[in-house]
């Protein structure tokens, strides 16, 4: 596809800062060459979107050129916010037909990228595959049908060492759901090693590890 022709609108309420609201951060994907035309973080969706596609249309990220779209894809439920903010940049121009479909693994890659490195989160080097995620939800219905939550309480935490080749890191991993509200499992970096009972001490924020929620009904 010819590179402009096409965009990917997508945002996602998922950045926390110490002492604020949660933020919410838009993203505006060239389809033709998979590059970033405009990125940006804002209190609410609305302001994200206005202020992803503003810097799209006039400065894009990279070395695309400025420029308007021939048709945009969203997200559900994207559509008219995403249309509303295109008409604020594209005065005196056709609004580009807005259509709602599904985000391809590669935008959600491309955007669980970006907000795990603005956490402060290292990045892989490569993406994960089809047949990575594939064993990631085959793990995860494992775990949701076993529901350690029912005999695990989430202020017991495990102690765990990962070894990759030659380097052996410590970690805890937390249970989430004995009180009914959310299940899932939390995944940190311990500080410092946790050799004794109970990591209170070392456990650190959520911004240092993952965190994973799981639904009934769901199998993500």
């Known amino acids: 596809m010819e590179p402009g022709l096409c965009w990917r609108v997508t ?4 950045i926390h800062v110490r002492g ?3 933020l919410t951060a838009g993203l505006v994907l060239d389809v033709g060459t998979g590059l970033l035309r405009g990125v940006a973080v804002a209190p609410t969706e609305d302001e994200a979107l206005a202020q992803a596609l503003a810097g799209a249309v006039s400065k ?17 439920g994207l559509a008219e916010p ?3 903010a295109l008409r604020a940049v594209t005065i005196g121009a056709a ?26 989160r290292s990045q892989p080097e490569d993406l994960p595959t089809p047949r990575d995620w594939t064993l990631l939800y085959i793990q995860a219905l494992g775990f949701y049908r076993a529901k350690p939550w029912a005999r695990w309480h989430d202020d017991i935490d495990l102690a765990l060492e990962v070894s990759i080749a030659e380097a052996t890191s410590s970690h ?15 995944f940190y970096r311990a ?10 001490a070392g456990r650190p924020d959520a911004h240092a590890g993952w965190h994973t929620a799981l639904h009934p009904g769901s199998t993500r």
């Open 11 to 14: 945002s996602r309420t998922a």
């Open 20 to 22: 604020a609201s949660w």
């Open 60 to 76: 894009p990220a990279g070395q695309l050129p400025p420029g308007q779209p021939g048709m945009v894809l969203c997200g559900p």
């Open 82 to 84: 995403v249309a509303q």
């Open 95 to 120: 609004l580009p037909p807005v259509s709602e479909v599904g985000p391809p693994v590669e935008a959600e890659d491309i955007f669980d990228s970006l907000i795990g490195h603005m956490a402060g």
């Open 172 to 186: 805890a991993a937390v249970v989430i759901g004995n009180a009914g509200l959310q299940h899932g499992l939390g």
């Open 191 to 200: 500080r410092p090693c946790p050799r004794a009972p109970g990591l209170a």
